[in-house]
Each structure stands twice: as structure tokens, then as C-alpha cells.
Nanobody
Framework: QVTLVESGGGLVQAGGSLRLACVAS????????MGWFRQAPGKEREFVSA????????YYGDSVKGRFTISRDIAENTMYLQMNSLKPEDTAAYYC?????????????????WGQGTQVTVSS
């Protein structure tokens, strides 16, 4: 019902920046929030950031506070993640997700739809 497509990943040196985008299509009217998660090899999926779709309330994981900024363009059904001051530990596959049904929360289990992921690699 909802298709999410991420873009913007790539290879960047430590201290650099990337801007990820996620475009949603399909039946998106019930979306409560959209978020970004990341997963590095051998690690569990980690919450990065989320934004409520209508109100624009933002949430950030402790590891990215002050460095990443989430935003959305409602008209374009697009969510962005501006990543600044990137660190090697930010290296991961980044996934866009949509939370469309209760319960709502910041855990991956609350999210109903997922994108295919975009790889972010930060070199030291």
C-alpha cells in the first residue's frame, strides 16, 4: 500500500555531509510519522530520527543529536535527513520507514513500511 524509496547515500570522508531523501507513494494518507533507521553489519537496527507527518515534531537518537536534521515536504511526500559532521560509526545501511497504524513509537516494530535502504559509508 505504501512504497518508500530512499536515495542520497554514498561514500564520504569523516566530517563530511550527505542528504538522504525518501519518497513515499501509494496510500500515504494514514501516515502518522516517518523515520530513519540504520543497520550496520552485525548490529541490530537502530533508530536514527523520526518526524510526525502533520505536526512536524522531530525525534533523534542520542548518537546523532546535533549532527542530523530531519525534515519533510508534505506536498512532495518526501522526507529528508541532512547528515553533517559524519563519523565512521555512522556507516550503515539507512532505511526509510512509515508508521501508519497504532501503536506509535520510535521502535522499528512500530513501523509498517520500509524502503530498500541506501548505503552510507564514512571513511576515516
Amino acid at each position: 500500500q505504501v512504497t518508500l524509496v530512499e536515495s542520497g547515500g554514498g561514500l564520504v570522508q569523516a566530517g563530511g555531509s550527505l542528504r538522504l531523501a525518501c519518497v513515499a507513494s501509494g496510500r500515504t494518507f494514514s501516515t502518522n510519522a516517518m523515520g530513519w533507521f540504520r543497520q550496520a553489519p552485525g548490529k541490530e537496527r537502530e533508530f536514527v530520527s523520526a518526524i510526525t507527518w502533520r505536526g512536524g515534531t522531530t525525534y533523534y537518537g542520542d548518537s546523532v543529536k546535533g549532527r542530523f536534521t530531519i525534515s519533510r515536504d508534505i506536498a512532495e511526500n518526501t522526507m529528508y535527513l541532512q547528515m553533517n559532521s559524519l563519523k565512521p560509526e555512522d556507516t550503515a545501511a539507512y532505511y526509510c520507514a512509515a508508521d501508519t497504524s497504532p501503536p506509535y513509537g520510535l521502535s522499528p516494530r512500530n513501523y509498517d513500511y520500509w524502503g530498500q535502504g541506501t548505503q552510507v559509508t564514512v571513511s576515516s
